[in-house]
């Protein structure tokens, strides 16, 4: 399978090198520019590309990038890509790094805001795991304890193909509904970085509740990432390491 990363942080370096290890074809990008990721290319076999070949890639595009700079990436790339396109997001909110976003502060769910400013579905996963269990920690099917992974989205085919992904890297993955219930994987959560079996993603799925915990809030002061993208020329740039403890 062909697949486009866009951003080389942790997550995205990581998924570069275990779908690689898989044989997938992979081309990622960042912000920076194909030459800055030549190690990682070198390393992996992986393909560096420019962001906008990255999004014209293949069948999965997978965006890591903080949210701050998704308004941004949505205004020069998202017009023009195909509609067969599964969109994978395993961004995270938090208001330290991407400053106040007012509509997840009023209750979107962050992937709904992501897909809102892409104009186009997406499916949430890879975003309550560490990169290095990720990384190390997958396991064969019917393994006692094989790590689940929760997957949200829409759009039936996209989750299905998707699901099939996190199988492929050693979890079980966890159909965890809607779009719109992807809140319960969210920064907080029962099921965010616990690295639970199936039964016990389902069951923080179940016990998770509506509302973000304080240490996942914005203070009233902090700037917007629309704001700050502008000032900074909206470059996007790589996740940070996530899921974060705190």
Same mark, same amino acid.
């Given at each position: 399978?062909?697949?486009?990363?866009?951003?080389?942080? @942790?997550?995205?370096?990581?998924?570069?090198? #275990?779908?690689?290890?898989? %044989? @997938?074809?992979?081309?990622?990008?960042?912000?920076?520019?194909?030459?800055?990721?030549?190690?990682?290319?070198?390393?992996?076999?992986?393909? +560096?590309?420019?962001?906008?070949?990255? +999004? #014209?890639?293949?069948?999965?595009?997978?965006?890591?990038?903080?949210? /701050?700079?998704?308004?941004?990436?949505?205004?020069?790339?998202?017009?023009?890509?195909? !509609?067969?396109?599964?969109?994978?997001?395993?961004?995270?909110?938090?208001? =330290? #790094?991407?400053?106040?976003? $007012?509509?997840? !502060?009023?209750?979107? *769910?962050?992937?709904?805001?992501?897909?809102?400013?892409?104009?186009?579905?997406?499916?949430?996963?890879?975003?309550?795991?560490? &990169?290095?269990?990720?990384?190390?920690?997958? =396991?064969?099917?019917?393994?006692?304890?094989?790590?689940?992974?929760?997957?949200?989205?829409?759009?039936? &085919? +996209? /989750?299905?193909?998707?699901?099939?992904?996190?199988? !492929?890297?050693?979890?079980?993955?966890?159909? $965890? %509904?809607?779009?719109?219930?992807?809140?319960?994987?969210?920064?907080?959560?029962?099921?965010?970085? *616990?690295?639970?079996?199936?039964?016990?993603?389902?069951? %923080?799925?179940?016990?998770?509740?509506?509302? #973000?915990?304080?240490?996942?809030? &914005?203070?009233?002061? *902090?700037?917007?990432?629309?704001?700050?993208?502008?000032?900074?020329? %909206?470059?996007?740039?790589?996740?940070?390491? =996530?899921?974060? $403890?705190?």
């Amino acid at each position: 399978m062909k697949i486009g990363i866009i951003g080389a942080g @942790h997550i995205g370096g990581t998924l570069t090198r #275990r779908f690689r290890a898989l %044989g @997938h074809e992979v081309f990622v990008a960042n912000s920076r520019g194909p030459e800055s990721l030549a190690g990682l290319a070198a390393e992996t076999g992986a393909t +560096a590309v420019t962001v906008v070949e990255a +999004a #014209r890639a293949g069948e999965v595009l997978v965006v890591t990038i903080p949210m /701050k700079n998704i308004p941004r990436l949505a205004e020069t790339l998202f017009g023009n890509l195909p !509609e067969n396109v599964a969109v994978v997001d395993t961004g995270n909110y938090y208001p =330290q #790094r991407d400053g106040r976003i $007012a509509e997840i !502060e009023s209750g979107t *769910t962050e992937s709904r805001w992501t897909s809102q400013q892409l104009g186009r579905p997406v499916i949430k996963a890879f975003n309550n795991i560490y &990169a290095k269990h990720l990384l190390e920690l997958g =396991q064969p099917a019917g393994s006692p304890g094989r790590i689940a992974l929760p997957v949200a989205g829409d759009d039936k &085919a +996209a /989750k299905s193909l998707v699901l099939k992904l996190v199988d !492929e890297l050693g979890f079980d993955g966890v159909d $965890a %509904g809607g779009l719109d219930d992807s809140w319960k994987q969210q920064p907080g959560t029962p099921v965010y970085g *616990t690295d639970f079996d199936a039964d016990g993603v389902r069951r %923080g799925l179940s016990e998770a509740k509506p509302g #973000r915990l304080p240490e996942f809030r &914005a203070p009233v002061e *902090t700037r917007s990432p629309t704001s700050d993208a502008r000032r900074n020329n %909206g470059a996007p740039t790589d996740e940070s390491s =996530q899921p974060r $403890a705190s």
